[in-house]
């Protein structure tokens, strides 16, 4: 397939011609042939019957769990990806879109959950949701944030895995009853032990040792959660405790969520799968097993959290990844306030099969690809290499794939020495039918310096003599 570019070179001249010129360019990625590439249907596998491990054991007297993070129990699993025996809810305004469509895109899916939205982590595009920016209680899908902030002490080096901590009262006794790794006071815990019962068995008394072992005090890193959550954006969440349980001031949405969940997985990606891929975990001489049963139903399933409280109801944030067209696909689910576990593993398996199947990501340019060399006036070289700083990536209905055209439109100034690597030169508008899809900056992709006194006066006699001829102006 070819791609018709229309690159601007001038704005629209007072004689009424259009100021384009039709460049023809290929773009390899995007043939009829890759961009209707489908996933492999091994890895829809939901329905595959696969057993979850042996019931939690323990060589010392049976511990409580917490009522409000029941264990996965293997008696209970499915021979295949459950329905949800509840009648879905009405849960206020229907699901939304969160790219353009039209009719030939796979109806929205019906679920239980409360509120809930599917990210393509792989282009940053939010699929669909339902009720994503409306506050929910987070529960323990709180210690996504405890978890990364523990790894940026692991990258920072002010932490290490092997680093023993010694077990607070505080941390033992916190919410009797409650879920727990069992640590015990005075007795020392290694970091990576203590990660492993913040994530596979959602330890609240895990997640208070870690707290006051990065930060001195469960306060202080109580403090640092808030403070990173508003470095990512995430402006409708706030957090009073390390672990979740509930309280007025630890809220959320499905939408920051699903942002923290992938900035997770992104700035720390192999300690994201080391943790979360594990079935089960045993300490004190108690086996757990991962409350993530996404893990035996769907191998695509890299990780994920859970949570539950009787307010929040059952929620989970999973993300997979799946062969697509420009690479490695991710995507990541958010469900909260399902009615039961089977609902949210139901719920996230219908979400992830839905976005996999119906929607394809295609990589329309590299980073660092030239799409031009326009003119620099004024400059020591008289063009510059024009691009991207990244990817450029579009998240697309399957049978949209073949009908995509990128426009580049050059800003309508002259460029003009000094000129700035990763300055914007203009901009690339991907349209499906006349509708706008993606709309991406151009960059320099290197710097022009100014050119001696001679060379700049003898570019401005010719910029002067190409303003008169209706070319165009420089900015003021």
């Known amino acids: ?156 080096k002010t932490l290490k895995l092997d680093q023993m901590v010694t077990v607070s009262v505080d941390a033992w006794k916190v919410a009797p009853g409650s879920s727990k790794m069992f640590i015990e006071p005075g007795k020392q815990v290694s970091i990576d032990d203590l990660l492993s019962g913040l994530l596979i068995q959602s330890g609240n008394d895990a997640a208070v040792a870690l707290a006051e072992a990065a930060a001195g005090s469960e306060g202080a890193f109580v403090q640092k959660m808030n403070e990173q959550a508003q470095a990512m954006g995430l402006a409708h969440t706030h957090f009073n405790s390390p672990h979740g349980l509930p309280d007025p001031q630890t809220y959320s949405t499905a939408s920051d969520l699903a942002r923290m969940a992938a900035r997770l997985m992104t700035d720390f990606p192999d300690l994201y799968v080391h943790y979360d891929q594990q079935k089960s975990f045993r300490y004190n001489n108690i086996t757990q097993p991962n409350r993530n049963r996404m893990l035996w139903l769907d191998p695509s399933v890299e990780g994920g959290k859970t949570g539950h409280t009787d307010a929040a109801g059952y929620c989970m944030i999973v993300s997979a990844v799946r062969p697509g067209a420009a690479g490695p696909r991710r995507l990541i689910s958010v469900v909260m306030g399902t009615p039961s576990e089977k609902a949210r593993v139901a719920d996230t398996g219908q979400l992830l099969n839905w976005g996999f199947g119906n929607f394809e990501t295609l990589k329309l340019y590299t980073k660092g690809q030239v799409l031009g060399t326009p003119q620099v006036w004024k400059g020591k070289q008289d063009a510059v290499k024009i691009g991207f700083e990244q990817d450029v990536l579009v998240t697309v209905p399957r049978p949209w794939t073949s009908r995509l055209k990128p426009t580049l439109a050059r800003q309508e100034q002259p460029l003009i020495a000094p000129l700035q690597k990763d300055a914007t030169v203009g901009h690339v508008n991907v349209m499906l039918d006349n509708k706008s899809v993606l709309d991406v900056p151009v960059r320099a992709l290197e710097s022009v310096d100014e050119a001696g006194f001679f060379g700049r006066g003898w570019d401005g006699v010719k910029l002067w003599v190409h303003e008169m001829m209706g070319g165009d102006k420089p900015a003021a």
């Open 1 to 156: 397939m070819r791609v018709v570019i229309a690159m601007r070179a001038s704005p629209q001249p007072a004689s009424g011609k259009t100021g384009y010129t039709e460049i023809e360019t290929p773009i390899a990625l995007m043939n009829k042939r890759t961009a209707a590439a489908l996933f492999s249907l091994n890895a829809i596998c939901l329905s595959v019957s696969l057993a979850l491990p042996a019931q939690a054991t323990a060589t010392t007297p049976a511990h409580p769990t917490h009522k409000n993070e029941k264990k996965a129990s293997p008696k209970s699993a499915p021979k295949s990806a459950p329905a949800a025996e509840e009648a879905v809810a009405d849960n206020g305004p229907p699901p939304v879109f969160g790219i353009p469509n039209d009719a030939t895109t796979a109806p929205l899916p019906t679920l239980n959950a409360k509120a809930w939205l599917l990210l393509d982590q792989t282009s940053g595009a939010v699929i669909a949701s339902r009720n994503a920016d409306e506050r929910v209680e987070p529960a323990s899908l709180t210690k996504i944030m405890t978890a990364y902030l523990i790894f940026s002490g692991l990258r920072d």
